[in-house]
């Protein structure tokens, strides 16, 4: 008989779960005005708003962080947390930053400018968000199959070329500050981009002069897929393909709350010397001194050492798999969900859950909130209200993908939990013709909108 797969850690520590009743979600997703970013957490079950900050630390971590070394200049936690950006992604050159988007605002005050285009695949909301704040334009080049749910590809985040080119074509250099390669590519689905396609980019990119950005939160997921996917990296280890990928960036932003499984955290990795030097007085200023920029020195400790167990492949093996299983299981009740499945994430595919609901009513929050109902289980829209308006027309932007998005957060549920959201979204499917009225917006902030909007059931006709 062959041996089940099973998990590659066990349990040392557990936080209890509260359940609670229909009668008192529906209260409280009323209170929170139909945003489940304004639940309390104690009033949700399963928790898949994000896999961002939200997984478990190991006990190795647990006790790197005991040795932080809190000094303001200098720490060890920061020359150990260099050590590892440098071992393991090849950077020469680093800033912490308290996160990702922190990252982004760092590095953009010294390249993006106003009018400038930074094209990329589907840039994720924070980056899009700090690049359209200064006045910038970020150029959607995604491959077309990534639109289609059903289409099956294995690297939906890769930037076509072609469509590259085009930007590189019509723009002189010196308007686009970098192109942006998202690592797997969140907004389209937790999709790999592959090496080929990595090695395309920075090769068209040097030939016009243009940086190469990776954003990376994810990058040692997008690793497992090129070795699990793309010929010629079967029998490689993750750390060999990640030292790899970033041989074809200039330089990388960090959320180090995914794929280095902290709490909190992030970075910029860079090549240049002069870069670093202008980065760092942005640095400063934002976050803190170079050498500890917005994080402890305890975080620096756990960060290190979890860039290095999120590089093991008998983690990525485990961490993906039940991705995979949550996605299976929803497969087999014929749920619409993004086909091949993502590395951190589940999409459910809301324009074919809830074809009959119109769009200006926000589908995929409705689906959202349904299963909220349901079971308790919080999951996020990533379509319209993501999507914000144009800015310069002020519609709303009916992004061609309207996805609620099931986020797995790392080492934390079983895949009992899996069962439990699989069932549960089951019985939201059953009862979809039912489902005939949607949400609609009574408040909403200019940029970035779905962390706060406040919404309401549309009246029945
Ligand atoms: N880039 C990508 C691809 C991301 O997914 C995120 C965050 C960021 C940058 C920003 O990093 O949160 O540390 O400031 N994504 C989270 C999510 C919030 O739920 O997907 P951050």
Aim: aromatic share 10%; charged share 25%.
């Amino acid at each position: 008989m062959n041996l089940p797969f099973a998990e590659s850690y066990k349990i040392k520590v557990v936080e209890n779960l509260r359940k609670s009743t229909r009668r008192e979600r529906e209260q409280w997703i009323k209170e929170a005005r139909y945003n489940l970013f304004n639940l309390k957490s104690e009033q949700v079950f399963i928790d898949l708003l994000t896999d961002s900050g939200t997984g478990a630390m190991s006990d190795q971590q647990w006790s790197a962080m005991m040795m932080g070394d809190e000094s303001y200049a200098g720490a060890s936690s920061y020359y150990k947390l260099k050590n590892a950006i440098s071992d393991l992604l090849g950077f020469p050159y680093f800033l912490p930053t308290h996160q990702g988007r922190a990252a982004e605002n760092v590095l953009f005050s010294v390249l993006v400018g106003d009018g400038d285009m930074v094209p990329g695949n589907s840039h994720f909301d924070t980056t899009k968000g700090h690049i359209e704040f200064r006045k910038a334009r970020a150029v959607d080049c995604t491959i077309s199959e990534a639109f289609d749910t059903q289409v099956d590809h294995p690297f939906k985040g890769n930037i076509d070329i072609e469509k590259l080119e085009e930007v590189f074509r019509e723009h002189p250099a010196s308007r686009i500050p970098f192109v942006v390669v998202t690592l797997t590519c969140n907004s389209s689905g937790g999709q790999p981009v592959s090496m080929r396609n990595l090695k395309d980019v920075h090769a068209l990119a040097r030939k016009y002069g243009v940086r190469v950005l990776f954003d990376s939160a994810r990058f040692a997921e997008n690793a497992y897929f090129i070795k699990m996917r793309e010929e010629g990296y079967g029998d490689k280890t993750i750390r060999e393909i990640v030292a790899e990928m970033f041989q074809y960036a200039d330089m990388m932003t960090m959320s180090s709350k995914k794929d280095a499984i902290v709490n909190i955290g992030g970075f910029i990795g860079l090549k240049e010397e002069e870069l670093f030097n202008k980065a760092s007085t942005y640095n400063i200023m934002f976050e803190g001194f170079i050498t500890y920029g917005g994080m402890s020195g305890r975080d620096m400790n756990a960060l290190a050492q979890g860039l290095y167990e999120g590089t093991t492949f008998d983690y990525l093996d485990t961490r993906i798999r039940q991705v995979a299983y949550l996605g299976s299981r929803l497969e087999e009740f014929g749920i619409p969900v993004q086909k091949p499945f993502g590395g951190h994430a589940i999409f459910v595919d809301a324009n074919k859950f809830l074809p009959n609901l119109p769009r200006e009513q926000f589908r995929a929050q409705t689906l959202a909130v349904e299963l909220y109902l349901e079971a308790g289980v919080r999951a996020v829209e990533i379509g319209t209200l993501l999507a914000d308006r144009d800015p310069e027309t002020r519609e709303n932007r009916y992004p061609e993908l309207e996805l609620l998005r099931l986020t797995i957060p790392r080492r934390v549920y079983t895949n009992n939990h899996m069962e439990l959201v699989a069932a549960a979204l089951k019985n939201v499917y059953n009862r979809r013709d039912s489902i005939t009225r949607g949400l609609k917006i009574v408040n909403e902030a200019p940029i970035m909108r779905h962390f706060t909007v406040e919404l309401e059931k549309v009246e029945s006709v």
